[in-house]
């Protein structure tokens, strides 16, 4: 948490500069957490990576893989606490790549928390989250190609004492990127699978206060999934399935 953010800084934020700097922090700190995978249907999740461009790392806490993402805990640090006329901002993002042989069709992320909001104050003081979601197309069948960079997903929230006071009331921002349907609108047929995607997740939390009240906002569960398709091989099986159960119904029947 940073806490020489100016209110008047972390205000602006709420009318739009919060998001436009998503895309642009500077990474302060990092911490790499490696490969997990493959999981079945056979996706890997390739060089994981957060990092902060206002904070020490880790805020996300290391990840777990399963048969459709990634899911993380969030430490007690990926928060932001103003009190007393005080101000606070916390960035974070998280890099990793999907390689998944079948294809990826969607990417998705979903993030909960809570705040709070206290005090004899105005609507001035407040809390802000704000999240981006980025999707970039490195390999398109198992070949690489030039990377597709897709329309980003943006999202944010803010809530104020005036309107939405109280004591860890609970939060959540949701955003998706379609990738099948972005990449066939750039001129790639249904046959071309998005089988390496990088995805970007940028956060930040942010909060302000006015004397004799206190704002907080904190992230407690964060995950993000893939949409894919089936494998090819296992397409096949399933065709080969079906043709052996109608061939079985045949020969019963005859």
């Given at each position: 948490m940073r806490r020489n953010a100016t209110?008047?800084?972390?205000?602006?934020?709420?009318?739009?500069?919060?998001?436009?700097?998503?895309?642009?922090?500077a990474d302060a700190a990092s911490i790499s957490y490696g490969n997990l995978g493959p999981v079945p249907p056979g996706v890997s999740f390739l060089n994981i990576v957060e990092s902060s461009g206002t904070d020490a790392v880790p805020l996300y806490g290391a990840p777990t893989?399963?048969?459709?993402?990634?899911?993380?805990?969030?430490?007690?640090?990926?928060?932001?606490?103003?009190?007393?006329?005080?101000?606070?901002?916390?960035?974070?993002?998280?890099?990793?790549?999907v390689a998944a042989p079948g294809g990826v069709n969607q990417v998705d992320f979903s993030e909960t928390g809570v705040?709070?909001?206290?005090?004899?104050?105005?609507?001035?003081?407040?809390?802000?989250?704000?999240?981006?979601?980025?999707?970039?197309?490195?390999?398109?069948?198992?070949?690489?190609?030039?990377?597709?960079?897709?329309?980003?997903?943006?999202?944010?929230?803010?809530?104020?004492l005036a309107s939405h006071g109280g004591v860890n009331q609970p939060w959540q921002i949701a955003l998706s990127v379609n990738v099948a349907a972005q990449m066939a609108g750039l001129g790639y047929s249904p046959s071309d699978r998005a089988t390496r995607v990088d995805v970007v997740i940028d956060n930040q939390l942010a909060s302000?206060?006015?004397?004799?009240?206190?704002?907080?906002?904190?992230?407690?569960?964060?995950?993000?999934?893939?949409?894919?398709?089936?494998?090819?091989?296992?397409?096949a099986l399933a065709g080969l399935a079906l043709a052996g159960l109608a061939a079985v119904r045949s020969r019963r029947s005859a």
């Amino acid at each position: 948490m940073r806490r020489n953010a100016t209110p008047c800084a972390i205000a602006l934020a709420a009318t739009g500069v919060l998001l436009a700097a998503l895309a642009a922090s500077a990474d302060a700190a990092s911490i790499s957490y490696g490969n997990l995978g493959p999981v079945p249907p056979g996706v890997s999740f390739l060089n994981i990576v957060e990092s902060s461009g206002t904070d020490a790392v880790p805020l996300y806490g290391a990840p777990t893989a399963f048969a459709t993402g990634l899911s993380f805990f969030p430490t007690a640090a990926f928060s932001a606490l103003g009190a007393a006329g005080g101000a606070d901002l916390t960035d974070g993002q998280l890099n990793y790549t999907v390689a998944a042989p079948g294809g990826v069709n969607q990417v998705d992320f979903s993030e909960t928390g809570v705040y709070t909001l206290v005090g004899a104050g105005t609507a001035a003081t407040q809390t802000l989250a704000g999240a981006s979601l980025r999707a970039i197309v490195t390999e398109i069948n198992g070949v690489p190609i030039a990377p597709v960079n897709l329309v980003p997903s943006l999202g944010s929230m803010i809530f104020n004492l005036a309107s939405h006071g109280g004591v860890n009331q609970p939060w959540q921002i949701a955003l998706s990127v379609n990738v099948a349907a972005q990449m066939a609108g750039l001129g790639y047929s249904p046959s071309d699978r998005a089988t390496r995607v990088d995805v970007v997740i940028d956060n930040q939390l942010a909060s302000v206060s006015e004397p004799g009240t206190q704002a907080m906002i904190s992230k407690t569960v964060f995950v993000g999934t893939t949409q894919g398709v089936p494998e090819p091989t296992g397409v096949a099986l399933a065709g080969l399935a079906l043709a052996g159960l109608a061939a079985v119904r045949s020969r019963r029947s005859a």
